[in-house]
């Protein structure tokens, strides 16, 4: 699970949201989910399974009639995700149902994916510490579709900043998205 570098535009490092940091590793410049909550208020991040040395995201979900967790990695854009069980795959496509792992609050709501060839309208979604800032991930299974959305950045640069993907090692694998 190699992480692949890519370049974090300056104006966002400027004005870098709370619950976010910047982090260099082996040389390279990273941006670091550090505080993620549900709707409620409830923190996800856990510190008893790290990804890539770091807390990973935790949220409970449903897949059919299986349930589980995702242990999500906090480095933006990487995908790469431990499971609680092995989510049954089929030709069609698999919306994941994410839920609180504290209050079992849904975290779905109706938000249609920007990536290229996904038609998936719903999104799973974080909110980062204040509510104001947010992050949605596309709900079908295998799709690397995200965004987030900070209040006080304009468009553009929040746009610049969901479009970083590490794609490492392991890009080929089927679970790599939600």
Known sequence: MELIHNIIPLEFL???????????KHGKEFLVIE???CPKGHGLMVESVKIHGEPSIKIDVKIGDQQGAFFI???????TK???FIPKIS???VIVEAFCPTCGES???????????????RAILFFLPGKKNKIYVCAKLGCPGHRIEISRLPHYISEAVSDINFFGAQAE?????I
């Open 82 to 84: 431990l499971y609680s």
């Open 14 to 24: 400027n004005t870098l949201p709370e619950g976010i940091k910047f982090i260099n």
């Open 107 to 121: 975290m779905m709501v109706d938000d249609q994916c920007q990536l290229k060839g996904c038609e998936s309208n």
């Open 91 to 93: 030709k069609e496509p």
């Open 35 to 37: 505080e993620l909550y």
């Open 173 to 177: 694998d089927i679970f790599r998205g």
């Open 73 to 79: 990695d906090a480095f933006w854009g990487s995908h």
